[in-house]
């Protein structure tokens, strides 16, 4: 028998993330946004050309999320990147919770959720 108020809708499944595949040189360009920097960095430091470091880019961010995704939910999971910060798995348990505006209680499955904290170099980079 459930309780006055308790939500026991099944959740909705979270959309999958698409793949990014491989694209030609142009419109590689123009989806790169915010890794511009990053890949002319990469290309300029190990001497290959932009496209290559695109590509190259892309498969450490790809390799980063598959691994981050499979580990989620390993308890104790931690994954150090060297100058950038340390990714945590997080666990939460079971919890119920309630809508102070109308009183319904609902019940919040376990969880576990990925935290991440900057290392010291670059949590202090906007601090006088």
């Known amino acids: 028998m459930l309780a006055r108020g308790v939500d026991d809708r099944p959740k909705p499944k979270p959309l ?3 793949k990014v595949k491989d694209t030609p040189r142009r419109e ?4 790169l946004g915010v890794l ?3 890949t002319r960095k990469v290309a300029h430091t190990l001497g290959l050309h932009r496209y290559e470091a695109i590509k190259a880019v892309r498969a450490v961010f790809e390799a980063l999320a598959e691994v981050l995704k499979e580990s989620v ?3 104790g999971f931690h994954l150090r990147v060297h100058a950038l910060g340390i990714f945590r798995a997080r666990h939460f348990e079971a919890r119920n919770r ?3 505006r109308t009183n319904l209680v ?3 499955p376990a969880q576990s ?3 991440f904290k900057f290392t010291l170099g670059l949590r202090n980079l906007g601090k006088p």
């Open 73 to 75: 939910d390993t308890p």
């Open 28 to 31: 590689a360009d123009a989806d």
């Open 98 to 100: 309630s809508n102070p």
């Open 16 to 18: 999958p993330i698409p």
């Open 113 to 115: 959720r990925l935290g």
């Open 36 to 38: 511009d920097p990053l």
């Open 106 to 108: 609902s019940r919040v």
